[in-house]
């Protein structure tokens, strides 16, 4: 009987250690582990997610800023007559008019022309830090170049109150080659290779440091490249006839 009756106690008590049995620390620690690294890559995930919404708002806002430029050229040209050249070398008035914006190729502020030719490539700033922005008790009586000025004063206090964390340039340039303005070793090249009768553009160009952009740099797709520590992007219109 006392042997029947140890039996089934050690029977119970086996029974007893099979249901209360656990994960040992090794387990736990193994679990944690993935969980991390899953909670890891998900962070990095979304980070990226983020900067490229950031770049794609960039591109979006320089764009329509580069446009609205445009528009605003549309009704501000100067009026020239168009002269042919006929087979015998001279020069004939057709009696057509043709708008123009860059003014037989000169530079804007060399003189009082009117031109929105700028070669050399030129930083955007605010309108409180510009010359060019005019005051609102003026907009009711600007002349031609006044609102050129006010034009372009405009078009930089958006791309730098849009991207404040960048360093912004840009050109209005004719160019044929269609190639990008750069930044390189903090030297910006407009790359403008064209003279009068090729197209004229709008060309823009801004630098953000690594660490404010967002992704990798080798991650990184599109109208851009690395200097050093920061990050190129560009953007550039053509201005139409």
Not at 211 to 228: T, V, Y
């Amino acid at each position: 009987m006392k042997t029947s009756f140890l039996k089934y106690l050690n029977s119970h008590n086996l029974h007893l250690k099979q249901q209360q049995s656990g994960m040992t620390l090794l387990e736990v620690l193994i679990s944690m582990f993935v969980l991390a690294i899953g909670v890891l890559a998900l962070l990095a995930t979304q980070l990226r997610t983020v900067s490229s919404v950031r770049e794609a708002e960039g591109q979006t806002i320089v764009a329509q800023a580069v446009q609205n430029l445009i528009e605003g050229m549309m009704i501000n040209p100067t009026l020239s007559k168009e002269i042919s050249t006929t087979p015998e070398g001279q020069r004939k008035d057709t009696g057509r008019v043709r708008k123009r914006y860059d003014d037989n190729g000169r530079d804007l502020g060399r003189n009082r022309e009117l031109s929105y030719r700028v070669l050399i490539p030129r930083k955007a700033r605010t309108c409180e830090a510009s010359r060019w922005c005019k005051s609102e008790n003026s907009l009711t009586s600007l002349d031609k170049r006044a609102l050129l000025e006010d034009q372009l004063g405009r078009f930089e206090d958006t791309l730098v109150k849009a991207l404040p964390d960048a360093t912004i340039y840009y050109a209005v340039c004719n160019d044929s080659s269609g190639r990008d303005m750069t930044i390189t070793n903090g030297k910006v090249v407009h790359n403008c290779q064209g003279s009068n009768g090729d197209p004229l553009v709008i060309k823009v160009v801004w630098q953000t440091d690594i660490e404010s952009g967002g992704k990798n740099a080798e991650d990184r797709k599109g109208p851009l490249n690395q200097d050093g520590t920061s990050i190129v992007y560009s953007y550039q219109a053509r201005v139409g006839e």
